[in-house]
């Protein structure tokens, strides 16, 4: 999958759980996000549209890869794209929930988009890394830089400007 297709993705689950937390808040509290939690859910969606390409430092061809290439990751699609970076990513980024859990949130957000979004593709992801070598395809649709990847992130695009206006919508 493309950089630019999973940023998009990146964005779409940074919607999702904030609707989830606004939603959790309103049911329990009866109460929105004040205007601090609205900066860090914001810097959240900064940080995890950066962290939806860090997997893909495992490849030289990769947008992140072509500048911060670590070969000792390799081969691509392996121990960047497991379960356990996601649990290794999570433990090391916890200390900056000492000044927001949304900062955490967004490390979290961006680096499980990315996977999720890799699993559908026709490679998979080794996700039982170290355990296991089998490639995860639940349900291949189409291959990094197909035409489909292409319909499907202008589909993305369309949703997120969707998503933006309802929100403003909301806010305001
Ligand atoms: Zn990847």
């Known amino acids: 999958m493309m950089a630019r297709t ?19 808040y309103r049911f329990t509290s009866n109460m929105s996000l004040n205007i601090r939690e609205l900066f860090w859910s914001l810097a959240a969606l900064f940080i995890a549209r950066q962290f939806s390409i860090l997997a893909d430092i495992d490849s ?3 947008r ?13 699609r ?29 490390v979290v957000i961006g680096h499980v ?3 999720i979004g890799d699993l559908f593709t026709n490679k998979g992801v080794v996700l039982g890394y170290p355990w296991s070598k089998a490639r995860v395809c ?3 649709w189409s291959g990094t830089g197909s035409e489909y990847e292409g319909q499907v992130s202008n589909a993305l695009s369309i949703a997120i ?8 919508y909301l806010i305001i």
């Open 6 to 24: 999973h940023i998009k993705l990146a964005t779409i689950s940074w919607f999702i759980i904030l609707g989830l937390v606004i939603s959790f």
């Open 60 to 62: 030289p061809y990769s």
């Open 64 to 76: 992140i890869g072509r500048k911060y290439y670590i070969k000792s990751l390799s081969p691509h």
């Open 78 to 106: 392996g121990p960047t794209h497991s379960a356990l970076s996601i649990i290794i990513l999570a433990l090391i980024s916890l200390p900056l929930c000492y000044f927001s859990t949304w900062l955490w949130g967004g």
């Open 113 to 115: 988009s990315h996977i």
């Open 138 to 140: 639940p349900y291949s």
């Open 161 to 168: 400007i969707a998503l933006t206006a309802v929100s403003l």
